[in-house]
């Protein structure tokens, strides 16, 4: 059988596309320029660099954990459910998306806060969220869960209902469907928009400097160690960042959607 003809696309196309290219990679040269590539290993184990990263690793993967644990729920409600308001609702969740990192961290500063809104009824319980480590994983989730919930529920529409439907009329029960058929089917999207939670939770920093502060070992992450480092050791900055860009490559890797689907 011989294969699908191929459209192809106009010629000036490649010519923004190589731009936009130059652009997202010149940046990326400059820094490897800047690299002192005798030290690097040396400042990467550093025992600062060391916990730094081990505390990113640890808050991103229970903020992931959260984001699934939340997520799913919410993409399934959105995408194959209708009720008053669903558009509001969807535009409510998709709010961290759009918001600039810093208001989100005042939002959450504000809510979970000793003053906040559920600040008085945490004290009596003697819970202090914020500038602790668990504010570092609320923070990563609350930027982190669109990208989650965008990914899922794309997906879920666009495999449509068909084989629930099946399974339905063969008596499944709605919790078997779910388990059986509908996670199954989406599990390329799930696993994509996992990995994605992933990469925004270990590159955050605007929430997390605003609600959870730099406390070394507590809740400066890689990218506030970074940032620190700006000042005091340029070439340390350089080290840790190329750091994080390789380990947001081996994400990215893990997200495209081949490897998904494999």
Known sequence: ????????????????????????LLP??????RVAWADVPALVTSDSA???????????????????????????????T????????????????VLPPVVGGI??????????????ELEALGVQVAFSTVAVVLAQTFVSLPFLVVSLEGSLRSAGQRYEVVAATLGARPTTVLRRVTLPVVLPGLVSGTVLAFARSLGEFGATV???????GTTRTLPLYIYGLR??????????????V?????????????????
């Open 210 to 216: 605003t609600f959870a502060g730099s406390l070394e």
């Open 246 to 262: 390789v380990v947001a490559v081996v994400v990215i890797g893990l997200a495209r959607p081949g490897s998904a689907a494999s």
């Open 107 to 120: 939002a959450l500063l504000y809510t979970f806060g000793r003053r906040g809104l559920l600040g008085a």
């Open 82 to 97: 209708s009720f008053p308001g669903q558009g509001l609702v969807r535009s409510a969740v998709l709010l961290p998306l």
């Open 28 to 33: 990326l040269a400059g820094m490897l320029s």
């Open 50 to 80: 060391r916990t730094a990263l081990g505390l990113s690793l640890r808050t991103a993967g229970s903020s992931t954990l959260l984001c699934l644990l939340l997520g799913v729920p919410m993409a399934l409600v959105l995408a194959r």
């Open 231 to 244: 000042a005091t050791d340029p070439d340390a900055a350089v080290a840790m960042s190329l750091l994080l």
């Open 1 to 24: 059988m011989a294969a699908p003809r191929q459209v192809g696309v106009p010629a000036w196309i490649f010519l923004p596309a190589a731009l936009g290219a130059a652009l997202v």
